[in-house]
């Protein structure tokens, strides 16, 4: 057992000092690419869904959106 | 003899177990600690314009506009955007109705943007103005994001600081300020192929004149301005994921998102939105999605206080309520040589959305208040 854990020990220390590679092959990020695959398709779209959630509910912040100002009182 | 062969056979099946789930975390999880070269670099938005039409119809407002994007890159290094939104907001809501009289004003926005890419690194600048005839914001905001492990994983930190000037049309002496800082942090991973996922968090924090010159409270059933606070304090921290099953002209996602939001005003809020996006062939894509926002009230909420509180406020933004949401939207990408050239895509998006107040009553009838909403859009983008 003591020799098992031992092994795995050393397994993940030599591991750790190769370098990672890519998960995901070139040829396959045309799948990630899609929009399918977007947070956000449109810029304008999700300002106007964010407009209207923002003036009328407490919550705000963490959108994933970058910029920010809401002109809402 | 034969037990020691199968004995044996275990051990070595265990093994490979053992050293394939090995294999799994290092690949996983090790990349989230283990700097790499990057096989990729960054890349800038796509160069589009994009035209919408919105409209928002429920609770007696209604506020519709045209609004108008344009994005366009320079020697692939650096990205311009620049954008005007108008809403012409016609407003009897029931706070209008009930302590004034209906009005129509328009709020107009332009904003700014560079994208600068350096090498894994995109780091965006922004300006952002709004106008209204008693609401004027002017913002600025930074914001840097970087792929790592080979493009899997990108970090984003991000910061804005606005300035508002708040006025009451009714008052030409009326004038006071507010100011805002938001800080944002964000992680989005490649899990595989076909799923990502990210989080993001961020803290807000405001000062000044945090209320509404107009609104009054109800303090033991008479009407009394409201008195807000002058500070506030919010964080919130948002889960998202999308996951691809299918291939060809007929693939499908599905997408997972949930937001918790917490103040120092004891408002706790949670907003959860579930969709699936389906290709119809070449040229439909179609999503639909609910959305639920449920929120405990403000400390000093009162529909009607019973009590004389340093603040108090009947502000039903602020309140206990819950909200839902059904969308539907449909996406189709003409095909001919001139369509295909400037990638046009037309989009149609609807969202029915449903109010109910557990704590605002309407004081025309003393029932709980709700209401529904409509939120339509029509997009048309282009690329160039």
New interface residues.
Partial sequence: MKR?ALL?LV??GA??CS????????Y??E??A????Q?N?????E???E???N??????????V???????? | MAATDRAAARLKAAGLTAWRWIKGVTKGVGGGVIATQAATAATLPEDRAELVYHSYDGGGVKATGPALLVRKSLADRVSFSASYYVDAVSNASIDVVTTASPFKETRKTYDLGMDWLVRDSIVSLGVYTSREPDYNVDTASLDVSHEVFGGMSTVSLGFTRSSDEVLAVNEPNFKERARHWQYRAGLTQVLSPRWIASFNIEAVSDEGYLGSPYRAARVFGAAVPERMPRTRSSRAIKLRTIYDFGDGPWRTAVRVEYRHFWDNWDIKAGTVEIGASQYFGGNWLVDVGWRSHAQDKALFYSDNAQTETRFVTRNRQLSTFKSDSLIAKATWTPRSDWTNKYDLKLTGVFERKQFRFDDFTDSRTGAKYEHDANLFQILVSARF
């Fill in positions: 098992l795995l397994a993940l591991a750790g370098p990672i590679q890519p998960w995901v092959k070139p396959e990020r799948r990630l899609d929009p399918l695959m947070w398709r449109s810029a304008l779209s300002r106007h869904r407009h209207v959630h003036v009328r509910e407490a919550a705000r912040g963490a959108t994933g970058q910029g920010g100002g809401c002109g809402c009182n």
